[in-house]
């Protein structure tokens, strides 16, 4: 067993780890170059993700605010071009939160009680009887819609991927993520919810978050944070 633990976290280390510099926005470039309406993470350079889940950084990983805001139209599929690899599993999430009143995307920080969850993922087994994980193995973060009801207005949009190979532990699990701005056109009248703060949202303990997933069934992982509001 010690062994086997010592193989394990060598393997976690030996390899590259990931961010998400370009929003794709129904299969076209939201960003035109890495980092353009996504903001630049403080990790860029050094790939590492955030351990503790209530540290600030959880929220938009103290990125420098982007140049642009993209436009994106309710009902439009996103996702993320990955820098490396998403090879660990674990889950996706998508969050929105709209930019108050007199503020803007480009320089709004986000806190406050103003995220919403637009989606998740869960594991899935595969032939070999493998747990496996939607977007896993791939370059690029998994697909979603942005809900047809959602609010015309600015908007950051918050995409991790939560690693979880090493979730035994407490702060173990590694939250990837990245923040962008954007403008939502053609929305709905829907009213978002619930809605969490980052930092706030998640705890280290959480069932998500601190985890063993060799000893749960696939469809009981619990993602951490609200429910998912689908308009
Ligand atoms: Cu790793």
Redesign the pocket.
């Known amino acids: 067993m010690q062994i086997l633990t010592s193989l394990l976290l060598a393997a976690?280390?030996s390899?590259a780890?990931y961010t998400f510099p370009k929003l794709v926005v129904n299969g076209k470039p939201g960003d035109d170059k890495d980092w353009t309406v996504t903001r630049r993470t403080k990790n860029a350079d050094t790939k590492q993700g955030v351990e503790n889940p209530t540290n600030a950084d959880i929220r938009c990983y103290s990125s420098t605010n982007a140049g642009t805001v993209a436009e994106v139209p309710a009902g439009a599929t996103i996702h993320y071009i990955s820098t490396q690899q998403v090879?660990?599993p674990g889950p996706t999430q998508y969050y929105l939160a709209k930019v108050p009143e007199g503020k803007s995307a480009s320089s709004w920080d986000g806190s406050g009680n103003v995220w919403f969850k637009i989606a998740t993922t869960m594991p899935t087994v595969d032939a070999n009887k493998q747990m496996t994980w939607p977007g896993q193995n791939e370059y690029k973060t998994v697909n979603i819609t942005i809900p047809k009801a959602t609010p015309d207005g600015e908007y950051l949009v918050r995409v991790e991927h939560i690693?979880l190979?090493l979730a035994m532990q407490a702060n173990k699990a590694?939250f990837y993520l990245s923040c962008s701005q954007i403008k939502i056109t053609g929305g709905g009248n829907g009213t978002p919810g619930p809605l969490a703060a980052f930092p706030g949202a998640y705890k280290s303990s959480d069932p998500g978050i601190l985890v063993n997933l060799g000893s749960i069934q696939p469809s009981a992982y619990q993602p951490p944070g609200p429910a998912v509001w689908s308009g």
Do not use: D, I, M
């Open positions: 976690a280390t390899h780890h090879n660990h690693a190979h590694q």
